[in-house]
């Protein structure tokens, strides 16, 4: 039944063209649109609606990293190191409160390898490296060629 109003819709808006002497041909058809206005403001409402789509993904984006952000500061859970030995296999050192713990995990499991001191670790702080803009960094680039 849909399909039949489709048709016949498309049919309604079918006109046939007359020719230079006012006689129309059944070959040559027009069909009947809107007007180039509201063409264009339904391209402006499309931009606006895709503008608000990707603010709420980027808002909604934004809130639950920094909630997951909070948590991760607030945890006792701390990864240290990662060295990946394949693409399903990383051997990690994890500071669990006070002990850090080296941990082999796998595809399918976690291992316990051994704990290590503290003094035998080695704790790089990336926090408190110099932030870089991607204008610098794009400077460096181009100044390198």
């Known amino acids: 039944m849909v399909v039949l109003q489709a048709i016949v819709d498309k049919v309604n808006n079918i006109t046939p063209i007359p020719d230079a002497?006012?006689?129309?041909?059944?070959?040559?058809?027009?069909?009947?649109?809107?007007?180039?206005?509201?063409?264009?403001?339904q391209l402006i409402g499309m931009l606006v609606l895709l503008?608000?789509?990707?603010?709420?993904?980027?808002?909604?984006?934004?809130?639950v990293g920094?909630?997951?952000?909070?948590?991760?500061?607030?945890?006792?859970?701390?990864?240290i190191d990662a060295y990946r030995i394949s693409p399903n296999k990383v051997i990690q050192i994890v500071k669990i409160g006070n002990k850090y713990i080296v941990l082999a995990i796998c595809k399918d499991s976690i291992n316990f390898i051994t704990e290590l001191d503290e003094?035998?670790?080695?704790?790089?702080?990336?926090?408190?490296?110099?932030?870089?803009?991607?204008?610098?960094?794009?400077?460096?680039?181009r100044n390198s060629k």
């Open 21 to 41: 002497n006012g006689a129309t041909d059944a070959a040559q058809y027009a069909i009947r649109s809107g007007s180039s206005l509201e063409s264009f403001l």
């Open 51 to 63: 503008i608000l789509v990707l603010a709420a993904a980027y808002f909604t984006t934004r809130f």
């Open 66 to 79: 920094n909630i997951k952000l909070g948590q991760m500061k607030n945890s006792n859970f701390t990864l």
């Open 119 to 141: 003094e035998h670790i080695v704790v790089r702080d990336f926090q408190n490296k110099e932030r870089v803009s991607f204008e610098q960094i794009l400077k460096k680039i």
